[in-house]
């Protein structure tokens, strides 16, 4: 079986009170075994976003089961886009 590699944008929940943990949330994101690179790039009036590039097993579901996972590290994720997609 075949590898595909993914570039992701997730951007978090903005409230106006206060600032997101960009640094904290990357963190729980990097430890993750198909996690290769992660970076916090600004997107727009002071607002971040977190970009990973992920290496995952091609087959049906796989893609969906990662994008769950990362759903799942903070309730301050808001959305997972997935930038560029392509076969190892």
């Known amino acids: 079986m075949g590898q595909v590699v993914v570039k992701y944008k997730i ?3 903005q409230p106006e009170d206060e600032r997101p943990d960009y640094d ?4 729980k994101i990097s430890v993750l075994e198909e996690v ?3 970076s916090i790039k600004p ?3 002071g607002m971040m976003f977190i970009e990973i590039d992920v290496v ?3 087959g ?3 893609v969906d089961g990662f994008e769950d996972k990362i759903r799942s590290i903070d309730s301050m994720i808001s959305q997972i886009e997935a930038l560029e997609m392509g076969r190892l």
Do not use: K, P, V
């Not at 904290?24 to 963190?27: D, E, P, Y």
């Open 36 to 38: 290769q690179s992660i």
């Open 11 to 13: 951007t978090l929940n």
């Open 60 to 62: 049906e579901g796989i």
């Open 56 to 58: 995952l097993g091609e």
């Open 24 to 27: 904290g949330i990357a963190a």
């Open 43 to 45: 997107l727009a009036f």
